[in-house]
């Protein structure tokens, strides 16, 4: 295999992480935004600035025939906001405003502007290339042969990502000889009432008996708990009130999901921005950015924020037809909660695994109270198969091998000696609880995970090296062969470097995203099984050097002029085996309380 240069994962890291968040924007920055032809709405999943705009748009003539140009200005109120940073300009039937745009523009300045292609005419529309500030732009407007009576011109402006206008109504401009006709509404589906303010937090009341809840932890209740992440669906006749809350600093937001995996997502995001809350639907494709609907589908919207918490509630339709991206809500699904940073209404990757539901759940379905975990159950599988090989089985292996070679000397089991059976078994036992630890992950995730660190990088050192392990040990030289030591010291520094290396994969494990257990406790409890196995390991050590003898020294001559070698060898065969049994019942200890904690997160 090519190495690797040592800087190359963390410049690809980079690079990836920079395409993704390039990805979430530049639909919008780039002015490529034919996705809003028909509606002229960003997807920015903020509604319509409710503000009087400062923005004005002309053109150099009133009247028109077939063919003719008219140049069309939008500039800037040099009393109001000085500048806009992306614009959307059409031309649309003033009969019929719903319909495509009118006719097709020539740039006069290629730097900041670009034509589109809205509907089935190239150049029908005009936007920005970057979002540069800009006090003025101009495009030249060519009627088409058959051109209607009257057309208006419409315009809209952003200021920044949360602020911006829809559809501003510019001048009306008529074929020679004809009357305009009345004026088109400029009120689009976008420009929804603003959600209400809630009187008073969300309780749990009520869940399992009138309504549907999801929450963690476990029963925890939004009106007394802080921390609590809730989500609640009620069915009222042909709507569905949500209600969700959590903690956060800049959105929670919920999906339904058709499995547990990312990606084609029915999202519902509260966003908080600055003193309010925005609420909208939007929908994830894949492992992206969450697209906004053009077309709000919610009502009775309100929301409330307190003390690092962000609550909100809203009704949906049961069906929405005219949304292919909205889910019917008399089917079963997933539901995924999650909460994490938005920056000027824009939503970042949540903080932590979102808490997924165990089972499908029909929304109309009967109330009951949802479980749901934060960690799918390959990666607690990987945890638990690790914890078992490199803190019990290795452990207890490497005792076996180290201080009991002696013992049980004409003992055999399956024609070899006792201590080399264990110790083998142990060691296989370890080596296929790492393989499939190791696999487990990857099945997963599908891949290499880039957000991991360097969890799994110290993991495949650990691999490595487990396998190694018993390929040494399969070409190890006779034991009264002249190169022994050799193997004997590879194969205790392979060991030992996999042991230290596995340990600290494991204490940054227990802190991955998809595995997060509860802290700071459950670290400690980690870092006590590791020192009561390093504990039980010095005690044998010195025991083996002869430390632990009792009395003085010409005590202990007569005692071994005297005594019998054969129960010397039993009192010390005795003293380890209670070491060993007490060791096990500590490590049996500390295993069982963090497999069960990776069972319950």
């Given at each position: ?37 028909k ?12 503000k ?7 053109v ?28 959307l300009?059409q031309a ?30 190239q150049?029908?529309?005009v ?32 200021q ?77 006749g ?52 969450p ?12 929301w ?8 909100c ?38 903080d932590?695994q979102?808490l ?5 759940k ?15 159950v390959?990666?607690k ?10 803190m ?6 490497i ?13 055999a ?18 080596v296929l ?36 392990q018993?390929?040494?040990?399969v070409l ?5 062969s002249?190169?022994?030591y ?29 595995l ?37 020294k ?14 010397q ?6 003293f ?26």
């Amino acid at each position: 295999m090519r190495k690797m240069p040592t800087h190359l994962p963390d410049l690809l890291l980079m690079l990836a992480v920079m395409a993704v968040c390039f990805g979430t924007v530049a639909g919008f920055s780039n002015g490529k935004v034919t996705e809003a032809c028909k509606s002229m709405v960003p997807n920015h999943g903020h509604h319509s600035s409710t503000k009087a705009n400062t923005y004005s748009i002309t053109v150099d003539k009133s009247k028109f025939s077939p063919g003719d140009q008219i140049k069309v200005t939008l500039s800037a109120s040099k009393s109001g906001t000085t500048y806009f940073k992306g614009f959307l300009i059409q031309a649309r039937d003033t009969g019929r405003p719903s319909a495509d745009a009118v006719g097709w523009f020539t740039l006069v300045n290629n730097t900041a502007s670009q034509l589109l292609k809205c509907g089935h005419t190239q150049g029908s529309a005009v936007s920005h290339t970057s979002d540069a500030k800009k006090t003025e732009v101009q495009a030249i407007w060519n009627s088409p042969k058959n051109a209607p009576s009257s057309v208006q011109f419409m315009v809209t402006v952003v200021q920044h990502y949360k602020v911006y206008w829809v559809k501003i109504p510019g001048p009306v401009v008529s074929q020679a000889g004809v009357t305009p006709g009345p004026l088109p509404s400029t009120t689009t589906s976008a420009e929804t009432t603003a959600p209400s303010v809630l009187p008073g937090p969300f309780s749990a009341e009520g869940c399992g008996t009138r309504k549907s809840c999801l929450r963690d932890p476990v029963g925890c209740d939004p009106e007394t708990d802080p921390l609590c992440s809730y989500l609640s669906f009620t069915p009222e006749g042909q709507t569905v009130l949500f209600e969700l809350s959590g903690p956060a600093d800049g959105y929670v937001s919920f999906a339904l999901s058709l499995d547990k995996w990312m990606g084609n997502d029915d999202v519902y995001l509260c966003v908080r921005d600055e003193h309010k809350v925005d609420i909208n639907a939007a929908y994830v494709a894949g492992r992206t950015h969450p697209v906004p609907a053009a077309e709000s589908a919610l009502t009775d919207m309100s929301w409330r924020t307190s003390d690092g918490v962000i609550q909100c509630r809203f009704r949906r339709n049961i069906h929405i037809p005219q949304d292919h991206n909205r889910f019917s809500l008399n089917e079963s699904y997933y539901l995924f909660v999650a909460n994490g940073r938005a920056e000027n209404g824009m939503v970042h990757r949540h903080d932590r695994q979102p808490l997924i539901s165990t089972f499908q759940k029909v929304i109309l379905g009967p109330a009951e109270n949802l479980s749901g975990s934060r960690s799918p159950v390959l990666i607690k599988f990987h945890g638990a198969f690790m914890l078992v090989a490199w803190m019990t089985t290795v452990t207890t292996g490497i005792i076996v091998a180290r201080y009991f070679k002696n013992d049980w000397p004409r003992s055999a089991l399956f024609g070899q000696k006792v201590w080399f059976q264990v110790h083998r078994a142990l060691m296989i036992l370890t080596v296929l609880l790492t393989t499939v630890g190791f696999v487990l992950p990857f099945v997963y995730r599908g891949g290499w995970s880039r957000r991991a660190g360097t969890h799994p990088y110290f993991g495949c050192i650990v691999m490595a090296l487990a396998v190694i392990q018993p390929l040494m040990a399969v070409l190890r030289p006779p034991p009264d062969s002249s190169r022994r030591y050799i193997f004997n010291w590879m194969h205790l520094g392979a060991g030992t470097m996999a042991q230290i290396i596995a340990v600290f994969a494991i204490f940054l494990g227990i802190h991955q995203q998809a595995l997060l257990l509860p802290g700071p406790w459950s670290t400690v409890v980690l870092a006590g099984f590791v020192v009561w196995g390093v504990v039980a390991e010095l005690v044998l050590e010195f025991h083996s050097r002869g430390h632990f003898k009792i009395g003085n020294k010409d005590a202990e001559d007569e005692e071994e002029i005297l005594s019998n070698p054969k129960d010397q060898s039993n009192e010390g065969t005795l003293f380890k085996k209670v070491v060993v049994a007490v060791f096990l019942c500590g490590n049996i200890g500390f295993l069982s309380v963090l497999l069960y904690t990776i069972s319950s997160v």
